[in-house]
């Protein structure tokens, strides 16, 4: 509960609109430190479990049956919540961001000075140049060319499936620059470059 609802049935209850189901002494603050607003949602078990845990040890039987159809729609739409925005939240669509270099051993220092990360040389189909090595979102420096990706930064977003997202970056009046079955580059409808990379079969 917020302090502004539970400022709010402090007055119901002085007002005698809501009767004795909540006074400050049947009221208690709870802080869900991993939440930024809406913890029902974010900590759904926590959230839950806390209600739950309240009504136990707490004598409110005129509140209990509002509170019970409470909780469950508060689930309810938590669960809805979580179905239609966190999957998509998971994880990052992010996977590289790549610089490229005049100098790339004055732009490793750099990045290893500024982050505080390490680089290895890439191999394979990795193309060249060095890349950091994690499960975030890495960072490559290759030597500059004149190649598309060689005049900006460019952030890699990985794609499920290549061809039909070029296809969609073309309908949604985007540019395809280079493209590749397995890495492209593009520019979205203002203009702005970013890279695309097939998912890993």
């Known amino acids: 509960m917020t302090p502004k609802t539970l400022l ?4 119901s209850s002085e007002s005698g609109s809501v009767g004795d189901a909540f006074t400050s002494e049947s009221s208690e603050w709870v802080v869900f430190e991993d939440s930024a ?17 309240f009504l136990t040890r707490r004598s409110v ?19 809805s919540f979580k179905r239609r925005y966190c999957g998509r ?11 490229p270099a005049d100098d790339p051993e ?20 990795e193309g060249e140049g060095w890349q950091t090595r994690s499960d975030a979102a890495e960072i490559g420096v290759h ?7 060689d005049t900006f930064s460019l952030p890699y977003l990985i794609v499920d499936e290549m061809a039909g997202t070029l296809q969609r970056v073309i309908e ?8 590749g079955d397995h890495f492209a580059i593009c520019k979205d409808s203002e203009g702005s470059p970013f890279g695309l990379m097939a998912k890993p079969p």
């Open 8 to 11: 709010r049935w402090h007055r």
């Open 37 to 53: 607003h809406m913890a029902h949602a974010e900590e759904t078990k926590s959230y839950l479990e806390v209600v739950d845990d």
């Open 61 to 79: 039987p005129l509140a209990l049956p509002a509170c019970l159809r409470f909780m469950a729609r508060t689930a309810e739409a938590a669960q």
């Open 89 to 99: 939240m998971d994880r990052s669509p992010v996977s590289l961001v790549e610089f």
């Open 106 to 125: 004055r732009a490793l220092r750099f990045w290893q000075g500024v982050l505080n990360v390490e680089f290895e040389a890439r191999e394979g189909g």
């Open 143 to 149: 030597k500059r060319g004149t190649g598309p990706g």
């Open 172 to 179: 949604l009046d985007g540019t395809v620059v280079h493209p």
